[in-house]
């Protein structure tokens, strides 16, 4: 089973508005990542948060970490049409993971114009 | 020039066949690992190797095998494919610790028929 869900499944804005999206995971971790996927394409490393910081930025990104509920947001500010893609989050766990990243089911954002 | 390269991008075959998928990586990483992502289901590992005497099955490693011929290139087959392998598989690297983040290749669109 995957260790992270996504949340929603699919999302579709408009340009300039915001979009949030969430991951859920299992267990302890070391840190979490957000990648994204333009159709068809490998995934691009967007940011990572390590397990002791609550919140990070990078750009128009931020991301929130809460690891009491297991939980992770990603929000894009002022989107746009370019940032129509698919994004996962990915858990890398403390133990028994063999050091590997446990990737989500991902989250499909269309931004329109 | 891309940092990873996977060939072929596209490929066709009929069920029992043997495939290779092959991967080449520019960025002097030792870890390498490969993943099949199929619609709805996210990214799932098949078989990762932390250096070239290292490699470990992953989540789905039944009906694959892999090599790891040079730090550089990690390959996978196919011994005798089957059509429910037909999707999309990646390639990726990352530098220690493995939990870093990972770098993709564009991808290799496979069809069993």
């Known amino acids: 089973s995957q260790q992270g869900e996504e949340d929603p499944q699919a999302l579709s804005i408009q340009e300039g508005e915001n979009a949030t999206m969430n991951c859920s995971y299992k267990t302890s971790i070391n840190n979490l990542q957000w990648y994204r996927q333009n159709s068809g394409r490998g995934l691009v490393h967007l940011i990572l948060i390590r397990s002791n910081e609550r919140e990070k930025h990078s750009g128009r990104l931020r991301v929130t970490l809460d690891t009491s509920k297991k939980s992770s947001s990603l929000l894009i500010t002022a989107s746009r049409a370019a940032d129509t893609a698919s994004y996962f989050c990915a858990t890398a766990a403390i133990t028994g993971g063999g050091n590997k990243l446990t990737f989500g089911t991902g989250t499909q954002l269309k931004v329109e114009l | 020039d891309a940092d990873v390269t996977q060939t072929p991008r596209n490929r066709i075959t009929k069920t029992g066949k043997r495939i290779m998928l092959e991967c080449s990586q520019t960025?002097?990483?030792?870890?390498m690992y490969w993943y099949r992502q199929d619609p709805g289901l996210g990214l799932r590992l098949i078989y990762y190797s932390f250096d070239v005497k290292d490699i470990n099955k992953g989540e789905i490693s039944d009906g694959y095998s892999v090599s790891r011929q040079a730090q550089a290139k990690f390959s996978l087959s196919l011994e005798s494919a089957i059509p429910n392998q037909t999707a999309l598989y990646f390639c990726?690297?990352?530098?220690?610790?493995?939990?870093?983040?990972?770098?993709f290749g564009p991808g290799t669109r496979l069809t069993v028929l």
């Open positions: 990726a690297t990352s530098d220690w610790p493995s939990y870093n983040e990972q770098f």
């Open positions: 960025k002097g990483h030792d870890r």
